[in-house]
């Protein structure tokens, strides 16, 4: 098989596995958040409310596709494609599983992996900041504005709890990382290191008690108030997808990947590594519904004299116990 | 920010145990269109007009609930009652009686107005509808069916029994499961019932 022809296989299984996750982590989000608030959550479309994502997808399609007189029109359509298009492409360098088992679990075996999906994650702010600008009005300006400061100073704290793990690894390649883990998971020696990394991940994919990008109390809808229809659509999968992107490198960095626990290795690793991300998933919701939203200047400060020193002090004191023990 | 609350981690882990507790927990839902609350008997939803039961119309068109309504709701034209075909017991009847739903502000005074407890307001509170001349209800559609009347009427005769006047409380519970009658609902009423509250679940359209 010419190399091509792998690369787009493999890209449209992956494409249609993240949109359907998508779709899915949707619905399971607004049942628990209904659960948690003692509702039933949406039940009405098919069979315990299964069919939700398609009616919702059928929707959004068929609603009409708005651009304000004030838009500044080209970017104002270009905004929702470079959110989803980053959004996307990080899965292209995400292992799924082993690659020493033959077939290789990822679309591109790339020795700087981590690098690569911060990377291409850090473009993902363009979209947003971008689209509430060019939206012409003032709530979506407004939330661009937060979305281009908060995730610039989270993105640097994000970064740092990475480099712990890089020392102890010794590499930049996810297949490395993950091989790294066989003794112990990377959550132990790096317990501050993960904590960082699951805060500044709420941060990054501008959810709540981080969602100030959003802020429908305060902003309407900050960034998107002016999208509607499938444009609004495009920026909607992309925050599920960069959710999903931030869970499975939370697995893959911290909880050993594909590897198993306890020795259970009759499970294969893909299944060990989605129920690791859907524990992601599920702790996104639930800190959802029940962290109320930061203030901004908090989450600034939080950000910049917690998070960042903490990060560099973890960083410190894990060089030096590797240059001495390792 | 102090430090309070930057390293209040302690709040953090409690508020995520309660929201995961909640998970759990039973939902008050009713899940309505497929399941029904029942109402009080005396809840003042939709109008109905009663018989007596031997099936003569209770409302001898006096108007009194008419001039009473205090939204102007209720429309009645008497007519006098033909010896041969006698509606009602009195002298007359109700030739038209219309009520405009959507003025009506459901106070019951009209029920409380009625000399013949004729006009009486149901449980009944589904009354949706794509145009609004359906909201003006009409004799056909308030005038509950002769089978259902209840009540003996007054006997006419000089020195006769003046029937069932001013006893409202009593006839208006007209959620009557065990008779097969309801004027609110046409269904079954579910045995699980919580707290205080029966609920019904209406029977299956035949389409």
Known sequence: ????????????????????????????????????????????????????PAADAAKLMLKEDLTPKTADP?????????????????????????????????IGNVNAGILLILAIASIGVYGISLGGWASGSKYPLLGS?????????????????????????????????????????????????????????VAETNRAPFDLVEAETELVAGFHTEYSGLRFGLFFIAEYVN????????????????????????????????????????????LRATLPRLRYDRLMAFGWKVLLPVAVLNLIVTAIVVAYHG | MTRKHLFNVGALLRGLSITFGYMFRRKPTIQYPSVKKQHAPRFHGLHELRRYGDGKERCIGCELCSSVCPANA????????????RRSPGERYAARYEIDELRCIFCGMCEEACPTDAIVLTPRFEMADYRRGSFV???????????????????????????????????????????????????????????????????????
């Open chain 1, 145 to 201: 504005v937060r979305s281009t400061a908060q995730m610039i100073s989270y993105e640097l704290a994000m970064a740092l709890s990475f480099v712990g793990v890089l020392i102890l690894a010794g590499t930049t390649s996810l297949d490395g990382i993950v091989n790294a883990q066989l003794r112990w998971w990377f959550v132990v020696p790096q317990f501050f290191g993960f904590l960082i990394y699951v805060i500044t991940a």
């Open chain 1, 243 to 286: 959710m999903l992107t931030v869970s499975c490198i939370a697995a893959l960095l911290f909880f050993g990947g594909w590897n198993a626990p306890f020795g259970l290795t009759m499970v294969p690793g893909v299944v060990w590594f989605i129920l690791k991300v859907c524990c992601f998933m599920f702790f996104y919701i639930w």
């Open chain 1, 1 to 52: 098989m010419p190399w091509w022809l792998e690369v787009l296989i493999k890209s449209a299984i992956l494409l249609f596995v993240v949109v359907t996750s998508f779709a899915y982590a949707m619905l399971v989000e607004r049942k628990v958040l209904g659960w948690m608030q003692l509702r039933p959550g949406p039940n009405r479309v098919g069979p315990w409310g299964l069919m939700q």
């Open chain 2, 137 to 207: 209800y009409d004799k056909d559609r308030l005038l509950v069916p002769p089978a259902a009347g209840v009540g003996t009427p007054p006997d006419e005769r000089p020195g006769g029994i003046p029937g069932d006047l001013g006893r409202v409380a009593e006839i208006k519970s007209t959620v009557d499961v065990a008779k097969g009658y309801s004027a609110t609902w046409r269904g079954e009423v579910l045995k699980t019932q919580r707290k205080g509250l029966a609920i019904i679940k209406p029977p299956q359209e035949a389409s």
């Open chain 1, 74 to 106: 080209l970017i104002y359509k270009l905004a929702p494609f470079i959110s989803l298009l980053t959004a996307f492409s990080v899965y292209a360098v995400i292992p799924f599983g082993a690659s020493s088992t033959g077939a290789t679990w990822a």
């Open chain 2, 74 to 85: 209720i429309t009645v034209i008497g007519a006098e009652n033909a010896p041969t075909d």
